[in-house]
């Protein structure tokens, strides 16, 4: 059983499959990211310290899990960060999202099937 979201690159778009309860968590499903929109790709040490703004809708806990929309300052940010681990930062345009932070069981894999 997967512990985070999965992350799926394919030739037009990346999908971001959450697991149930970051479904209910984020109050919000699976996304899907045309890779044109994406202007940038990197490894975070940490996916929680990428985080800021005030959350609506989702969970945040704080140190332990913030999934769900985060606003700050005119940015909106989809994260499903669960503990301080490494995790991707996707920068986005013409999308729902400014940004999108994930941490995944191996950063620097998705970023190669970024490239």
């Keep these: ?9 394919g030739a037009d778009a990346v999908v971001i499959a959450l697991r149930r309860t970051e ?3 984020a109050l919000h ?3 899907t990211i045309p890779r044109a929109s994406i202007t940038r790709a990197i490894h975070v040490p940490d996916g929680l310290a990428e985080i ?23 940015t909106r940010t989809f994260a499903a ?9 996707l920068e986005l345009v013409d999308q729902p999202f400014d940004r999108v932070i ?3 069981e191996d950063p620097e ?7």
């Design 52 to 74: 800021s703004g005030i959350r609506a809708p989702g969970l945040g806990i704080p140190g332990h899990a913030m999934v769900g929309t985060f606003r700050d300052e005119g």
């Design 1 to 9: 059983m997967r512990r985070m979201a999965s992350v799926q690159v």
């Design 23 to 25: 479904k209910i968590e």
């Design 109 to 115: 894999a998705v970023l190669a099937q970024l490239a």
């Design 81 to 89: 960060c669960h503990g301080h681990r490494p995790a991707v930062l």
């Design 29 to 31: 499903g699976d996304l």
């Design 102 to 104: 994930l941490t995944v």
